[in-house]
């Protein structure tokens, strides 16, 4: 992550001064839902100076997973399956269509999420570690005269096992290939600088 940030190209310090010249902002971010589901989430933003639409950015999260989410695979509907998102930290690219934070856009995410299982039928846990490559879709608002804008947003990707067992007793979690999820974001933007 930290080389895509000093990958991107900024302005020199003289073009900073200038009145009027582009400012690199920052923005942080909370997913509400994580915290319904006994969770949190951090995420911290950046646009670029040199890119008006352009959004990077990281974060982590972790919650409970609701049954709905878990039976969205058929191989673990109705089986008992207690299962929670440990941690999940993962780096985020988005093009807003408007301008950043306003508006339609389209994102990327790659992550590295830790779930931990229980079944209610045996005792124990067993963690495993996914792979998660996603794109998503959204649409940011800014309602406020202050800069706090809401993001709703849905993703489909690609996830799968790297590392841990998916297996508790002689039960077997089903793990992608395909993720689906959608939530929304709260965010504020902090002031870019000159």
Not at 105 to 117: E, F, I, M, S
């Amino acid at each position: 992550m930290l080389l895509l940030l000093l990958a991107i190209p900024g302005p020199s310090r003289a073009q900073d001064r200038m009145e009027g010249s582009p400012t690199t902002s920052w923005s942080i971010e909370v997913d509400p839902a994580t915290f319904a589901f006994d969770g949190w989430s951090a995420h911290l933003r950046m646009k670029p100076a040199s890119c008006d639409r352009l959004l990077v950015g990281a974060g982590v999260y972790a919650m409970d997973l609701p049954s709905m989410m878990v039976d969205l695979k058929a191989d673990n509907r109705d089986q008992g399956w207690d299962v929670r998102l440990d941690l999940g930290a993962g780096i985020f690219a988005e093009h807003h269509f408007r301008e950043v934070n306003r508006g339609f856009l389209l994102g990327a995410q790659v992550g590295v999420q830790r779930y931990q299982l229980g079944n209610d039928a045996l005792p124990g846990a067993a963690e495993h570690t996914d792979l998660l490559v996603m794109g998503y879709g959204g649409y940011s608002i800014r309602p406020f005269s202050v800069p706090v804008y809401l993001k709703a947003w849905a993703g489909l990707g690609y996830t799968t096992l790297i590392a841990g067992d998916d297996q508790l007793g002689d039960l077997q979690y089903t793990v992608g290939p395909v993720a689906a999820f959608a939530t929304f974001h709260i965010g504020y933007t902090l002031e870019g600088r000159p």
